[in-house]
DNA sequence: GCCGCCCGCAACTTTTCGGTTGCAGTTTGG
DNA sequence: CCAAACTGCAACCGAAAAGTTGCGGGCGGC
């Protein structure tokens, strides 16, 4: 049972990809757009974003000879649901073992 | 602006990581006992069991000479509130650029 | 007290991954 | 129509990380 979050967690878990989505939350911009504000290549920032896309956290969005990124926040929000669920589920358990503890 | 919530995605994002994070959602279980269910060897175990214990998602609990780890919903409900925060955030951006684009 | 079990540390191997360089294709602006 | 700008693909490199083997130490039961 393997779960699916696992990759969204993947594409999310480096630095350089954070700082990629979080520019495009707030603005659209193409792969060499960011190259020019980031401290690496624009195929290194390429890769990032087929990452991201893979990931479902981006999408691309192409205009002429130029493709432009825009975050989506609804991935986010699915696996913020998801991770509510669960760990509301396991504090849930902690909390019904504290309690048999106490009956002692 | 690196984000704090990067080093707790990295720990999520190893599926043999997350099928132990799981387990110990629903029992309190041992390296040794894991070893037992999981096909990999004690010691590849416990590297997981440290770093999910540093990234907060995960409690460990001597007793006498063996060591017992339990999931933390605590640190999973934290970073869902802040994932679905910025979620939103993006969403609600993309909604307004949509509402202006309608405008013409 | 001894044997077994569980843990911890360290060295080594192998794969994954972030990043780079290099080159070829395509659209656009003058 | 030609040069500039943006993209895409592929090969290569170095570092990090997952996993293994091996060993030594501590606690528990018989």
Redesign the pocket.
Same mark, same amino acid.
């Given at each position: 049972m393997t779960s699916s979050l696992v990759p969204v967690f993947?594409?999310l878990? =480096? =630095? @350089?990809?954070w700082d990629i989505l979080t520019r495009l939350g707030s603005r659209e #911009? *193409?792969? *060499?757009? #960011? +190259?020019t504000e980031l401290?690496? @290549?624009?195929? +290194?920032?390429?890769?990032?974003?087929? +990452?991201l896309t893979a990931a479902g956290l981006v999408s691309?969005n192409? *205009?002429?000879?130029?493709?432009?990124?825009r975050a989506l926040g609804t991935r986010l929000t699915e696996v913020a649901d998801e991770l509510l669920a669960v760990g509301a589920e396991w504090d849930a358990r902690l909390a019904r073992l504290k309690a048999v503890a106490e009956q002692l």
């Open positions: 993947a594409a878990a =480096d =630095d @350089t990809r #911009l *193409s792969a *060499s757009a #960011l +190259a401290p690496v @290549t624009r195929q +290194a920032i390429a890769k990032h974003l087929a +990452a691309a192409r *205009s002429g000879r130029e493709v432009r990124y």
